[in-house]
């Protein structure tokens, strides 16, 4: 089962993607969490990275494309992946659709988390991440059972840098001009699936899982 999931920064991504790994015994594939550990480690592809995720930019296709065919290469993907964040652009999904071609493979769902945009400056203010393992929480929809504490690995939570009002209205311009196309892109393919992201976070893993199947 290969999926892609699709949607607004903050839309619930990331959320989603986690229940599913879980759910259907596949590895959660997110860029940005790859980006934010080589960040934390300090490695040159992190470096490069930051300027780019600091201004609510994308980072550059060819800093991503061959890492994510390498990444869905591994043992661990044989059964499928579900990827989050990627492909971001066009080049992006044409890189993936070339490297699954070669072995006769190609995606089965791409999931669509539909958000508009005023819900989502609201729900950043609200995020927060564990600097050590990445799970997200929300302080009001998804809260951790100790407050700042990571319920999965007792690490710290807190605010991700690019999640600045300022820096979130950027990632949205950046999401409608590059990454909104992509919905046309797979809605030709015939994998596209919408959900309503506005719902609470279960609702809406129930509406993904009539998607895949129980
Ligand atoms: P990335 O890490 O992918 O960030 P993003 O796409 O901006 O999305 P987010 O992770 O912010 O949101 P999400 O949809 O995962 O939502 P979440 O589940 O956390 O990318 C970061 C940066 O890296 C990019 O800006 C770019 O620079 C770079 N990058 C990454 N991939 C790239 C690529 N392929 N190409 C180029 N550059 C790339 O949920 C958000 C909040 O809402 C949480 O607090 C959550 O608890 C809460 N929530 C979730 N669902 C619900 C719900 N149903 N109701 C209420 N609250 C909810
Ligand atoms: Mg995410």
Do not use: W
Request: proline content about 5%; hydrophobic content about 35%.
């Amino acid at each position: 089962m290969k999926i892609i999931m699709l949607g607004a920064p903050g839309a619930g991504k990331g959320t989603q993607a986690i229940k599913i790994a879980e759910k259907y015994g596949i590895p959660h594939i997110s860029t940005g969490d790859i980006f934010r550990a080589n960040i934390k480690n300090g490695t040159e592809l992190g470096k490069k990275a930051k300027e780019y995720m600091d201004k609510g930019a994308l980072v550059p296709d060819e800093l991503t494309c061959d890492l994510v065919v390498d990444r869905i290469h591994q043992d661990d993907c044989a059964k499928g992946f579900v990827l989050d964040g990627f492909p971001r652009t066009i080049p992006q999904a044409e890189a993936l659709e070339k490297a699954l071609a070669k072995d006769n493979e190609k995606m089965d769902y791409a999931i669509d988390i539909e958000v508009p945009d005023e819900s989502i400056v609201k729900r950043m203010s609200g995020r927060r991440a564990c600097v050590n393992c990445g799970a997200t929480y929300h302080i009001v929809s998804a809260p951790p059972k100790v407050e700042g504490i990571c319920d999965h690995c007792g690490g710290k939570l807190t605010t991700r840098d690019d999640d600045k009002p300022e820096t979130v209205q950027k990632r949205l311009t950046v999401y409608h001009e590059q990454t909104q196309p992509l919905i046309d892109f797979y809605k030709k393919t015939g994998i596209l699936h919408s959900v309503d992201g506005t719902k609470q976070l279960d609702e809406v893993f129930a509406e993904v899982v009539k998607i895949l199947g129980e």
